[in-house]
């Protein structure tokens, strides 16, 4: 008998390589950093750096997801339903929902943590200091999971999958 291949569904065998953990203690850790980088600013620079804060916030939570948007359409990869906005810690911002090539995933790390140094760069000229600094650490703070991610896994291949979950984020090899 002869097997039948025109609706068989085809089955992708990942081997996990490789588990970032992301603890309670180092989340607390993550959760605590905006508010010490706010008192230190309000002492340095102004006691405005509150609300420069609270709005420095959405403001780069929108340009990265312009510049992660922006990067995966001139690229060619596909986003619909693979991508969301995510408010969860310690994921803020716009994520794979799915499985990810890690060097599509880097590469939008790379362009967004850049890009968008450069266009907060570009508030010095027209915003106040503490404005500017608000922008650099929530742009940080949003970067940092991804970023710590980025770190752990840069001695693995740049083909493997990343999928981020709740707590943790794994890469998988085929």
């Known amino acids: 008998m002869e097997p039948n291949t025109k609706g068989a569904a085809t089955f992708y065998q990942y081997k996990l390589i490789k588990k970032i953990n992301i603890s309670a203690s180092l989340l607390r850790v993550y959760i605590a950093l905006p508010f010490v980088f706010l008192v230190l600013e309000t002492v340095f620079l102004s006691w405005l750096s509150i609300l420069f804060m609270i709005i420095a916030g959405p403001v ?3 340009i990265q997801y312009v510049i992660s948007r922006s990067v995966l359409l001139i690229s060619g990869h596909p986003i619909v339903k693979r991508w969301k906005m995510s408010l969860h810690l310690p994921w803020p ?5 799915q499985y990810i090539n890690y060097g599509i995933f880097r590469k939008v790390q790379m362009h967004n943590l850049w890009i968008g140094l450069c266009i907060t760069a570009l508030f010095i ?4 200091p503490a404005f500017t600094a608000s922008l650099v650490i929530c742009h940080l703070w949003l970067l ?14 740049k083909d493997g999958m990343l999928k981020f979950n709740p707590a943790d984020a794994s890469y998988y090899a085929q």
Do not use: I, K, Q
Request: hydrophobic residues 50%.
């Open 144 to 157: 940092l999971p991804r970023l710590y991610t980025l770190l752990r896994l840069r001695s693995e291949a």
């Open 60 to 62: 780069m939570l929108w």
């Open 93 to 97: 911002g716009y994520m794979p929902d």
């Open 125 to 128: 000229v027209w915003a106040p």
